[in-house]
């Protein structure tokens, strides 16, 4: 990892000239009135294209994901972009719903069968390159620090007790960032660099959907190491469904 602050350089590939300035946490996961904290960075045309379809996904995942489902904003997203994105056809998590899903089974309480839809269960590597963006941008911003295109980022689903517990060791660090509030409790996220090749990120969707990021440099150990994430429990996947 390397500091710089020259803001002509695209922080996410650290090779082409900026031509923009592109939001970290995705613009399209908010409403008007949007926050007016909202994080950018300096970006190519090109990261910046790329970038937007993981937006996408990310959007069409909180919307149907069912963590979040029963939030208003994620409420409003599935009956907003990410509707309109299915209709015509351009959701790619819509597209690997159908593709790779099953059919379930919808029952009530009681047992009652009320309907059938389809699940996909959704894989942290689903999202990682989301999340290697978004790594690169928030470190920026935070801390000043360009990571390398080999920089190790490790994403992980975290359920709501480690996740609280990670969060709490970060606070009592003395040394944590945040908690950073970005459109009430659309996104909230804290973050700990470790020393300058390790860093972990702690991200919250809708106060329902939980990430951490462990990033550190290529030669080094990993950051989540070092807050004994276990990546390997089953309770770090979850089923979200299109109806």
Known sequence: M?????????????????????HVIPRSIFFPPRPSNLITVPSCQPCNSDKQRYDDFLRD??????????????????????GRAIDRNRSRLAKKVLEEGIVVEVRSPDGELLDWRYALEIE?????????YVAKGLSFDQYGIRLPKDAVIDVSHV?????????????????AKGPVRLGGDTCVFMSLLVHEYHAVW????????????????????????????DRNSDA????PHIE
């Open 2 to 22: 390397s500091t710089s602050e020259n803001w002509e350089v695209c922080v996410y590939c650290n090779e082409r000239l900026a031509t923009q300035r592109e």
């Open 61 to 82: 995942f909180l919307s149907i994901d069912d963590f979040t489902n029963q939030h208003a904003g994620s409420l409003n997203l599935f009956l907003g972009p990410t």
């Open 124 to 132: 942290p590597c689903d999202l990682e390159p989301f999340f290697r």
């Open 159 to 175: 359920p709501p007790e480690p996740f609280t517990a990670i969060i709490k060791g970060m606070a009592e660090s003395g040394g």
């Open 202 to 229: 702690a991200i919250s969707f809708f106060l329902d959907r939980w990430f951490a990021i462990g990033v550190s440099h290529p030669d080094g150990d990993h950051a989540s190491d070092q807050l004994l994430l």
């Open 236 to 239: 770090q996947k979850h089923t």
